[in-house]
């Protein structure tokens, strides 16, 4: 099994930027699929952004235009590029990868917290 560690979450303005790190112990190339989710309190899990084995990305609406997501294959590292911060970003956000979003086969990181202050 291929384990992930997310990295790079932090406390930041509103307006403000970070960059997520998932570093994956095997090759991401072993995942059909990766992506980023968050999950706030009270709120469902929620996915962000998507990358395929392929390279090709996908944003959700809640994100395009402020979010990137994007990968570094020597390192076997997917990162998720972070501007434009609102306080609404503020949640926990996990890397996932495997067959497809939401296989019971995927991986899953523990989890970084991102938080927006007002």
């Known amino acids: 099994q291929v384990q992930l560690v997310e990295s790079g979450g932090g406390l930041v303005q509103a307006g403000g930027s970070l960059r997520l790190s998932c570093a994956a112990s095997?090759?991401?190339?072993?995942?059909?699929?990766m992506g980023w989710f968050r999950q706030a309190p009270g709120k469902q899990r929620e996915l962000v952004a998507t990358?395929?084995?392929?390279?090709?990305?996908v944003l959700e609406d809640s994100v395009k235009g402020r979010f990137a997501i994007s990968r570094d294959n020597a390192k076997n590292t997917v990162y998720l590029q972070m501007d434009s911060l609102k306080p609404e970003d503020t949640a926990v956000y996990y890397c996932?990868?495997?067959?497809?979003?939401?296989?019971?086969?995927?991986?899953w990181g523990q989890g970084t917290q991102v938080t927006v202050a007002s």
């Open positions: 996932t990868g495997g067959p497809a979003l939401l296989s019971h086969k995927n991986s």
């Open positions: 095997g090759s991401i190339f072993s995942f059909n699929v």
């Open positions: 990358i395929y084995r392929g390279g090709n990305t």
